[in-house]
């Protein structure tokens, strides 16, 4: 354990040159024995090892992650919500190249005040185009579809674009018109008893914890779950619309390119289900 403001990479790390690795981020909150840990560790730590395969990274093993992650968690104060980071990189240039040792690390910091906000107030988003069809990454892996890399510039920069326009995130929609799932978050909405989210495999979007989460247990709430393709006019028609991620929890839609949607009743219920009520505000 050092300070946050140690240096703990090299210069020539891949992670660093080429955004060269995979990460989780984890929400971690109060374990229930007077301390905290990351919020379902075993589900990050399989879809780290998923993106891992699909890059051809060689992690450490399982457990010595999950250690990681827990010892990283120990440090931070059991009633305060944190975001815990669990980076693996493929390592120092020179070493890479004879299959060296990856690097891996685990930061926790704060929730971010305007994460907090989306997931009390809500959210307006704008739809941007991802620049392909729903179907391309399925069929070019070497696009990383459904993988959780480091080279999320990208993810940021779709971010930025829809904030100077004075919304508080993007919705990500294929060339052929369907939404798919935020820059950092998965997209979920209600249709009378029925939570719906976006299909995995057929689009490459990335599977969320969260979302995979709820929806497993849609039953809890008298609810059903089912993964289909929707389009932006189709959500402005739903019984709820949400962004859904690890930190966030749930942020409601309130607006999609301008056109205003209305409260949903459903919001509170949600949260509450995922244990996002009383935490950071
Ligand atoms: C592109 C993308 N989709 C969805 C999610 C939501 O995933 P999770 O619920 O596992 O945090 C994230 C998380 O950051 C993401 O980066």
């Known amino acids: ?41 075993d589900e990050h730590l399989a879809r780290m090892a998923r993106s891992a395969a699909r890059m051809d990274l060689a992690l450490p093993a399982e457990d010595a992650l999950r250690e990681l992650a827990a010892l990283a968690a120990a440090q931070w104060p059991a009633d305060v919500e944190g975001a815990l980071r669990l980076v693996c990189t493929r390592g120092a240039e020179a070493a890479a190249a004879t299959g060296g040792p990856v690097t891996c690390f685990a930061t926790v910091n704060p929730i971010g005040a305007a994460t907090l906000a989306a997931r009390r107030d809500g959210i307006a988003v704008a739809t941007i185009s991802l620049g392909y069809p729903a179907g391309a990454r399925t069929a070019a892996p070497w696009l990383l579809g459904g993988v959780k890399s480091l080279s999320y510039a990208i993810n940021m920069a779709s971010q930025r674009w829809v904030l100077a326009q004075g919304v508080d995130d ?9 939404a798919l799932e935020g820059p950092t978050s998965t997209l979920v909405w209600r249709t009378g008893d029925v939570l719906n989210t976006v299909p995995v495999e057929t689009t490459g979007i990335l599977p969320g914890t969260t979302a995979r989460h709820l929806l497993d247990n849609a039953a809890d709430l008298g609810l059903t779950a ?26 409601e839609l309130r607006s999609i390119d301008g056109t205003a949607l209305p409260a949903s009743p459903h919001t509170e219920k949600l949260r509450g289900y995922l244990g996002f009520t009383n935490l950071g505000y």
Do not use: I, K, N, Q
């Open 226 to 251: 089912a993964e289909r393709m929707v389009t932006p006019a189709e959500l402005a028609a739903a019984d709820g619309v949400w962004l859904l991620s690890s930190v966030r929890g749930v942020a």
């Open 170 to 178: 993007a919705l990500w929609v294929s060339e052929d018109g369907y």
């Open 1 to 41: 354990m050092v300070p946050a403001d140690t240096p703990v990479l090299r210069a020539d790390d891949l992670g660093v040159l080429r955004g060269d690795g995979v990460f989780e981020t984890m929400h971690v909150r109060p374990d229930g024995r007077g301390g905290a840990a990351p919020w379902l560790l």
